[in-house]
C-alpha cells in the first residue's frame, strides 16, 4: 500500500518511526506537510495537491499539531471525501481537541472523569471554585496542550487571581478537581482500534504536579486494572478515535481521563514498554484499509 504519513517535520521521531515501521512491512511511505497541501473542492474529483502534484494513496495517518488543527483536519477531510482511509477521521481529531466537548461526552457516557467545571463570567468564581471541592484546585486553558496552561492553584485566593488572569485575557478555562492521591503521575493508555496496546506510567519531577515527558516527568511500564484497560478503551471510542493517547489518573473512586489525544507522541511509550506501537499502527491499517473500513465517528 501507499501511506501518507501528515506530519509537518520529517524528522520528528514518531513520524520517522512511522514511515520505518510501514516500509518494514513493504508499504510505500510517505510524508506530507498538511500545511503546504491546497485542496481542489470540486463535486466529482476532490483532491489534495502536494508539491504540485494530487496525492494518491492508499490510507492516511493524520499527526496533526494542536496548533493547526482547523486547516489540518479540513486536509485529513478532503481525503476522506476522496475515498481514502484515514487511520482518525477528521471529526474525531476535532473532537478530542475541545477539551470541554471532550469532557462533557466522556460524562455523557459515564466514563470516570475528575470533578470539573466550566465558566465564562467571573462574575461567581466562588461557586466555580466550590463546585470543583474548593482548593487546592487546577486551572486549565482549554487551548493548552504539554501541560502549557495548566496551574495547580492551592488557595482559594490563588485560585480566584488565576481564574480573573485568565479571563481578563478572554481565555476559556476548566477548573478541575486536584486529584492529591495521583502524587503528580498519571497513566498513559496507548488504544490502536478498540485494543490498549502499551500502557506507562507517567512521573512528574519532585515538586511538579504535571507528569508530561515533555516537562521532564519520567516513564515507565505499568500493568493497568481490567476498570483502566476498559476505560481507556471506552473513552477512545466515545472520541471515534482508533489511535489515541489515553491519559488516566489513579484516584480514591477509581480512574479518572484527564485527556484523549488524538496524535499522541511514540517516543516515550516504545521507550518505556518496548512495545513496537509503530508497527501495530500499520497492522490496523492493513486490515482495516483493505477492508473498506472507516473508523467509528462516536457520537456528538
Known amino acids: 500500500m501507499r501511506i501518507a504519513i501528515l506530519s509537518r517535520n520529517p524528522k520528528l521521531v514518531s513520524t520517522q518511526r512511522l514511515r520505518e515501521a510501514g516500509r518494514q512491512r513493504g508499504h510505500d511511505m510517505i510524508v506530507v506537510d498538511y500545511l503546504r ?15 504540485g502534484e ?61 470533578v470539573t467545571g466550566c465558566a465564562h463570567s467571573t462574575k461567581d468564581i466562588e461557586g466555580l471554585i466550590n463546585l470543583a471541592g474548593g482548593a487546592p484546585l487546577v486551572v486549565k486553558l482549554l487551548e493548552g496542550t504539554q501541560g502549557v496552561g495548566v496551574i495547580l492553584a492551592e488557595t482559594k485566593k490563588a485560585a480566584q487571581a488565576v481564574i480573573e488572569a485568565f479571563r481578563g485575557l478572554n481565555a476559556n478555562i476548566l477548573v478541575q478537581e486536584f486529584i492529591k492521591e495521583a502524587g ?56 471515534g478515535l482508533n489511535i489515541a493517547g489515553v491519559d488516566v489518573l489513579r484516584s480514591n473512586h477509581g480512574p479518572v481521563v484527564m485527556e484523549v489525544n488524538s496524535s499522541p507522541g511514540l517516543e516515550g511509550i516504545e521507550a518505556a514498554t518496548n512495545v513496537d506501537v509503530a508497527g501495530k499502527i500499520i497492522e490496523f491499517i492493513e486490515k482495516n484499509a483493505k477492508a473498506g473500513k472507516q473508523p467509528d465517528k462516536g457520537r456528538g
Open 184 to 239: 503528580g503521575s498519571d497513566i498513559r493508555c496507548f488504544v490502536v482500534g478498540g485494543r490498549v496496546i502499551a500502557s506507562m506510567k507517567r512521573q512528574g519531577p519532585q515538586g511538579e504536579f504535571r507528569s508530561n515527558l515533555h516537562r521532564g516527568g519520567t516513564a515507565e511500564k505499568i500493568k493497568l486494572t481490567p476498570e483502566e484497560r476498559s476505560t481507556a478503551v471506552r473513552a477512545a471510542k466515545t472520541m
Open 54 to 114: 494530487g496525492v494518491q494513496v492508499d490510507a492516511v495517518i493524520p499527526r496533526i499539531g494542536a496548533s493547526h488543527t482547523f486547516y489540518g483536519t479540513a486536509v485529513v477531510r478532503q481525503f476522506e471525501m476522496m475515498g481514502v482511509f484515514v487511520a482518525n477521521e477528521s471529526q474525531a481529531i476535532s473532537r478530542s481537541r475541545d477539551k470541554l466537548r471532550s469532557m462533557q461526552l466522556l460524562s455523557r457516557d459515564g466514563i470516570g472523569l475528575p
Open 37 to 51: 497541501c491546497y485542496m481542489d473542492i470540486t463535486s466529482h474529483r476532490p483532491q489534495v495537491v502536494y508539491s
